[in-house]
């Protein structure tokens, strides 16, 4: 399909996170993406929705639950009503959807990890709030060992503060093992990089790009 033009058919939503560079690098990245097609012309992009929305804190410990899920959802109610289709950036954030709910327009991302990556057992870098919840063994249906919480947790807020990021260590660890970069933050670190670590961006956009592509 490269140099081939895609048919803008459908809308997106896109919600961003803990930081609002989540959304940002992703919608950059799926703009390429549509590029790499050969979209150059406004009307060769499909309608985009980007919310940046000022969620309460999420990575600390004593982050409010209730709160933050009403939040997220104040978010995808908003889009719904105008996108075919809703993704959330963060990670993290996936924690706070309702137990069991359920949302056709919604592309979760631990659903498209889970179909592309191998049943093997997986070593995560992620937030505190993901690793202590487990969010991704949960999710992804496997093992997951959570590695470097504390420090990846300085790193993300590092990263989340506009800051360049020492990011030797975790190519070191992925270059041994199959490494998820957990956090949407890592992906904002390694854009533009040639690693060995899995990247859900790539894999998000992908599965984005097949459905906006699907005829009504």
Request: some cysteine.
């Amino acid at each position: 399909m490269k140099n081939q033009k895609l048919n803008p058919q459908k809308s997106l939503g896109i919600i961003s996170g803990a930081g609002p560079m989540a959304g940002a690098v992703f919608l950059q990245q799926l703009i390429s993406a549509y590029q790499s097609y050969g979209a150059w012309q406004d009307n060769d992009f499909p309608l985009i929705q980007l919310i940046n929305y000022p969620f309460s804190d999420m990575l600390s410990d004593d982050y409010a639950k209730i709160k933050i899920e009403q939040e997220l959802l104040t978010c995808i109610n908003q889009l719904e009503q105008h996108c075919d289709y809703i993704i959330i950036c963060c990670q993290t954030l996936h924690l706070f959807l309702p137990d069991a709910y359920q949302n056709h327009k919604l592309i979760n991302i631990f659903s498209v990890l889970q179909e592309a990556l191998p049943k093997n057992k997986l070593h995560v870098i992620a937030s505190k709030t993901s690793a202590i919840n487990k969010i991704h063994e949960i999710a992804l249906k496997r093992t997951c060992e959570y590695i470097m919480v504390e420090k990846a947790q300085l790193l993300i807020n590092q990263i989340l503060m506009g800051k360049s990021v020492d990011v030797s260590e975790i190519e070191d660890i992925a270059e041994k093992q199959m490494l998820l970069l957990g956090c949407t933050e890592f992906s904002i670190a390694f854009a533009n990089r040639k690693t060995k670590c899995i990247d859900p961006y790539p894999y998000l956009i992908n599965k984005v790009i097949h459905l906006l592509q699907q005829t009504i």
